[in-house]
């Protein structure tokens, strides 16, 4: 009888609480600042591959799947007009780790994703390989469930990551004769 007792209880409480629900694309999305980038990469990248993002279970915490990633990654490179469908540099994204709290009322998030943009008309020739490191905090006054606290973290923390690439592809000088990083 205790067992069906606590079994009510539990299944109260998530009901209450409702249910998880993952990053949405929309709100990764970098779209505040145009940058400024080398000619070369103008229109001319490709996305292609994003790996590492995890499904939500519904019945415990919001996570960053590879679609919704992915979305929001090529949706910031449109804006900043970078991306087109057959580019010559190839972007892979590989979504390494997502640090996120368990408890508390402030969360913060940490996404660490891995880069690495080829110039697929050089024998592939790595142009770019970096592990962005990008934090967000979500609040009580975002979101007062923790459940929705959580998922704008995770929001806020890839929208800050695809910032951090989209610098560093700010820094890259590309013509035809060479490819460096900005000094």
Same mark, same amino acid.
């Given at each position: 009888m205790q067992n069906v007792r606590i079994t009510v209880v539990l299944a109260a409480l998530v009901? &209450? $609480? /409702?249910c998880a629900s993952g990053a949405k694309m929309e709100n990764m999305v970098y779209d505040n600042q145009a940058m400024e980038f080398a000619p070369g990469l103008e229109n001319n990248m490709g996305v292609s591959n994003v790996t590492g993002g995890e499904e939500t279970n519904p019945a415990w915490t919001s996570e960053i799947d590879n679609d919704a990633f992915t979305g929001a990654l090529k949706e $910031? &490179? &449109?804006?900043? /007009?970078? &991306?087109s469908g057959t580019g010559r540099y190839q972007l892979e994204a590989i979504m390494l780790k997502v640090d996120q709290p368990l408890f508390g009322l402030d969360f913060e998030v940490t996404t660490h994703v891995k880069y690495i943009l080829t110039d697929s008309q050089n024998d592939g020739d790595v142009v770019l390989n970096e592990t962005i490191a990008a934090p967000y905090t979500a609040t009580v006054s975002d979101a007062f469930a923790g459940i929705t606290r959580l998922r704008l973290a995770n929001e806020g923390s890839g929208k800050a990551n695809i910032e951090g690439l989209l610098k560093k592809l700010s820094e890259l000088k590309i013509d035809s004769a060479q490819i460096s990083m900005a000094e």
């Open positions: 009901y &209450l $609480s /409702g $910031s &490179l &449109l804006k900043q /007009g970078l &991306l």
